[in-house]
T-cell receptor, first 115, second 111 residues
């Protein structure tokens, strides 16, 4: 149980374009979802927290107008990287948690490369 | 400032050579401490949650323990398939469910 999927697993885009990443909880209702970014050989850095039906809460230094997060249902959250630039190239990972437990269950990640 | 520090940064073991990974933390109030395993290019895989000092949990060759200031992940007789990065994260005793991650320990087990 507690499976989270992400789509796509890899994406390459041109500078200036927007990219949408989907995160789905497959066998539980994720009342809260988190989006992380991970650079090579570094740990996970939390970008934002989203609760179903509410606006996301962004961490300090994360531009909310650049990283648009939507958590429209209990099983789906999306992250849109707007006007992507090469410095946005990274590994983006989502996680979900339910009100019944504290553990976060992570998706497999999305590798974004901006040319 | 809340901090999570893991050591060593990297660890090389021979198959069967037991060892421990350390995670020290500084938070105002601990709700839980989490251990995850991460393989290259993959998302973290949940291993354990520890809630109070003195608590221990085991899974196959792994055993996690918790004190008021740190946690240890003991690996007994490791196998090459245990090679991965092990991440420690803490969750504060506030209303959010945010995790604060350490930088991880990269474990390599040689056959």
């Amino acid at each position: 149980g507690a499976v989270v999927s992400q789509h796509p697993s890899r994406v390459i885009c041109k500078s200036g374009t927007s990219v949408k990443i989907e995160c789905r909880s497959l066998d539980f209702q994720a009342t809260t979802m988190f989006w992380y970014r991970q650079f090579p050989k570094q740990s996970l850095m939390l970008m934002a927290t989203s609760n179903e039906g509410s606006k996301a809460t962004y961490e300090q230094g994360v531009e909310k107008d650049k990283f648009l997060i939507n958590h429209a249902s209990l099983t789906l959250s999306t992250l849109t990287v707007t006007s992507a630039h090469p410095e946005d190239s990274s590994f983006y990972i989502c996680s979900g948690t339910s009100g019944g437990f504290n553990e976060q269950f992570f998706g497999p990640g999305t590798r974004l490369t901006v040319l | 400032e809340d901090q999570v520090t893991q050591s060593p940064e990297a660890l090389r073991l021979q198959e069967g050579e037991s060892s421990s990974l350390n995670c020290s933390y500084t938070v105002s109030g601990l709700r839980g401490l989490f251990w995850y395993r991460q393989d290259p290019g993959k998302g973290p895989e949940f291993l354990f949650t520890l809630y109070s000092a003195g608590e221990e949990k085991e899974k196959e060759r792994l055993k996690a323990t918790l004190t008021k200031k740190e946690s240890f992940l003991h690996i007994t007789a490791p196998k090459p398939e245990d090679s991965a990065t092990y991440l420690c994260a803490v969750q504060e005793a506030d209303s959010s469910y945010k995790l604060i991650f350490g930088s991880g320990t990269r474990l390599l087990v040689r056959p």
